[in-house]
């Protein structure tokens, strides 16, 4: 353990006791207790490529314990004897599973036990990876040198944040990145020593600082990514590398940032854009993604002064390439939007368009996969849209499965958000092409028998190229977004895809007793709470029959001056996100009416809200609002009203007894708001169904996509309910279905249509 020496006491004995240079920098000398490992916390903040995994945490725990100001504060407490770079490499970090209590990841204070490790204490232990001495993963913290080292106060505080991220530095699998780091521990105590005994050569105190900061950098690098990952924090264990573009972001990553890290995956594979670490002509530009994300922009030659744009791996070694072409089952996945669709067969410098290209550079015969997204082919005389995959095979033949969308029946247009998956399932030989329209959630698969691929050797210089075909030649470059790159090492299916489920919540209420329902399926784990409080009280809706097994009942405001509702309840920001999707959405409902207004006056029981969510928090915006009511003309209408992130909104009313369906009370209606976006613009059609005719009619009107919430949201999602007040406007009736999607329904998929 650290010995802690009083600072009048301890700056006395190093007059006395410190040798060569040590006197002159006492006041940068670390060792007082460990009262310096927050500031060292900073250091592992600022690696790029572990960002989104401490922007992950603070959004899964949603409440005052996860942040950077905490964690730092934490790793001041002395988790001996089981910290140090040793301990963060030997594998025992990984006996423990994330969560917030007495055991495990426990953000409150240090353990004292193997498995009682703060978040705080594996920072602690990335600062003493910085420590001129060797924390032996066998001797741990009671080792001789480390002992003597911070026994006489000799750490240097490598508190140097304004440096690059060390990405660059540290390549290659687990073990060769050890090496590395444990050669940078050998060179940086020779010069520490150097230095502290006045031997020259020996590097300025600031020199020391930042190969100190450097080398902790260096180790969160390659030890916490690691440790993230095999919790799953972000992916799968079956993800090798994800790319998410979400660089650009300035305010995380600076402006015109240059690389792209694999933030979820089994591998270090990041990559750079264009040709040089520095700015260039080839490098694209960053644009906003899919469903608010990032993403990167390419360009065509006559675009870019005839250069290409792409990006591209750097320093891999055959163990990334080897795990990013798998030698069994794998998935390629990508989410594109094309700026434009080649209007020619002919090939050129331009066309046919390149998605990927991974190839080896010493050997171009050896393991290759080339993906080439939407082109033109001449069949018999007419040009047919177009998308192919090639593959070295390891019997060394190249099949290639190309599929012509023209003939399915796949229109394909510019400025449309499209999912991509290239899957191989070895137990069945089968190599198979999805593409699907994430605004309409059109799918076609086709697929081909082929054997596994060919592997890059360990003397293979692998190169993997997203957005163009060649980094020395100007070929082919893809025109448009990317927004997401995936690589797994099986064949997805399902939910496990990039576009998700489609599920974000779908409430049943079919509990029929107490105060919660539960969120039975989908992306968020928002459940709902009956009322104003978690106990019974009397704006609680009440437990009834519904048209599947149960539902709640509400009633209107004036029989008893309250708001009755259910509402959201112990969110958290990713839940609060999700519910208002950044694209095409469905917001379906089943409900009963039991009366309506007989008049037109709008008052606190006409309207009645449906569903709502909005952000009460500065700057936010009513997401989504859907009422039903009754006119000045005594129809019985429906209302959307939402508001966009420009400062527009919508506002429309949707007349069903006009369109030849009047609402009566005491029978079942499906009510749904289904928006299909196109590139930010879009159709919002409004839809009511009788569930016991199977009548139903629509209108639609223009919109856009929804707001989204803000950084720091006050939400407030209702079912049943426009207010929480005396402005009531409840819904008089019982209402046994509420579902929100993450894209345009189609009939087939609607609650209407699906098994309950």
């Known amino acids: 353990m650290k010995l802690v020496i009083s600072i009048p006491i301890l700056f006395l004995a190093m007059l006395f006791l410190l040798p060569g240079n040590a006197t002159a920098y006492e006041g940068d000398i670390e060792g007082l207790g460990g009262d310096t490992h ?129 990405t660059e530095y540290l390549q290659g699998n687990l073990e060769t990145r050890q090496d590395a780091l444990e050669a940078l521990k050998i060179a940086y105590v020779a010069s520490y020593q150097n230095w502290w005994n006045n031997v020259p050569p020996y590097p300025s105190l600031t020199e020391l600082q930042y190969t100190a900061a450097k080398t902790m950098q260096i180790a969160a690098d ?72 990032g993403a990167w922009h390419g360009k065509l030659l006559s675009e870019n002064s005839g250069g290409q744009t792409y990006c591209k791996s750097f320093n891999w070694t055959g163990y990334e390439g080897q795990k990013c072409l798998p030698s069994g089952s794998y998935s390629f996945e990508f989410i594109i939007n094309p700026d434009t669709i080649p209007s020619t067969a002919a090939e050129n410098s331009d066309n046919p368009p390149t998605l990927m290209h991974v190839y080896d550079r010493n050997n171009t015969t050896t393991a290759k996969i080339i993906v080439r997204s939407f082109y033109k082919e001449n069949i018999g005389g007419s040009l047919h849209d177009y998308i192919i995959v090639g593959v070295r095979a390891n019997n060394n033949t190249w099949p290639c499965l190309g599929v012509d969308l023209t003939n399915a029946g796949f229109p394909v247009a510019a400025g449309k958000w499209y999912y991509i998956a290239i899957d191989y399932y070895q137990p069945l030989s089968r190599l198979k092409m999805m593409v699907r329209n994430l605004a309409t959630g059109q799918e076609l698969e086709q697929s081909i028998t082929c054997p596994p691929l060919m592997q890059f050797s360990t003397n293979s210089e692998p190169m993997l190229l997203i957005g163009g075909e060649s980094d020395d030649s100007d070929l082919r470059p893809f025109d448009g977004k990317i927004d997401r790159v995936r690589i797994c090492n099986n064949a997805v299916g399902g939910s496990e ?12 209420f079919n509990e029929n007793t107490g105060q919660l329902s539960q969120n039975t399926s989908g992306s968020s784990s928002a459940d709902l709470q009956f009322g104003s409080t978690t106990s019974a009280d009397s704006y609680d809706p009440t437990w009834t029959t519904g048209l599947y097994n149960y539902a709640i009942k509400g009633k209107k405001y004036t029989v008893s001056n309250k708001a009755i509702y259910a509402k959201d309840t112990g969110w958290t920001l990713r839940d609060k996100e999700k519910m208002s999707p950044g694209n095409s959405y469905s917001i379906e409902t089943i409900v009963n009416p039991t009366s309506y207004a007989t008049s037109g006056t709008w008052n606190n029981v006409n309207p009645m809200g449906l569903v709502k969510y909005k952000d009460s928090a500065t700057g936010g915006k009513t997401m989504y609002n859907i009422q039903t009511f009754t006119d000045n003309d005594l129809h019985r209408k429906v209302r959307f009203y939402g508001e966009h992130a420009d400062g527009t909104y919508t506002d429309y009313i949707f007349d069903p007894q006009a369109a030849g369906l009047t ?16 590139d930010g613009t879009g159709t919002l059609e409004l839809i009511v169904r009788n569930m016991s005719t199977g009548s139903m009619v629509s209108g639609s009107t223009t919109s856009k996509r929804l707001a989204g919430v803000t950084t720091t949201p006050s939400t407030t999602f209702l079912v049943g309910s426009e207010y929480t007040t005396s402005s009531g406007r409840c819904f008089d009736g019982k209402i046994d279905e509420v579902r929100i999607s993450n894209r345009a329904l189609s009939n087939a998929y609607r609650l209407y249509s699906i098994s309950h």
Request: hydrophobic share 30%; charged share 15%.
């Open 497 to 508: 895809r990039l576009y998700n489920d489609t599920t974000i919540a779908y409430w049943k």
């Open 663 to 678: 609402i009566n009370t005491g029978t079942w209606y499906y009510i749904a708001a289904i928006y299909t976006d196109n």
């Open 38 to 166: 927050n500031y060292l916390a900073y250091d592992v903040f600022a690696v790029d490529s572990l960002k989104p995994y401490f922007n992950e945490l603070i959004r899964y725990g949603n409440n005052t314990n996860y942040t950077y100001s905490n964690w730092a504060k934490h790793s001041n407490w002395e988790p001996d004897p089981q910290h140090g770079w040793g301990y963060i490499f030997s594998g025992n970090l990984y006996n423990f599973d994330l969560n917030n209590n007495g055991t495990g990841w426990n953000l409150l204070r240090g353990g004292t036990t193997t498995n009682e490790f703060t978040f705080g204490a594996l920072l602690h232990g990335l600062a003493d990876s910085a420590v001129p001495a060797v924390h032996d993963p066998v001797a741990w913290e009671y080792e001789d040198a480390h002992d003597y080292w911070e026994s006489e106060a000799v750490d240097i505080v490598p508190n140097y944040t304004d440096k690059p991220a060390p």
């Open 222 to 293: 390659a030890s916490l990514k690691q440790y993230f990952d095999n919790l799953n924090l972000l992916a799968p264990s079956n993800v090798i590398a994800d790319w998410t573009f979400d660089e650009g972001d300035s305010t995380t990553y600076g402006s015109d940032h240059q690389y792209i890290y694999t933030h979820r995956g089994s591998t270090n594979a990041n990559l750079v854009r264009g040709w040089t670490h520095g700015a260039d002509m080839y490098d694209g530009t960053w644009d906003s993604g899919y469903d608010r994300t």
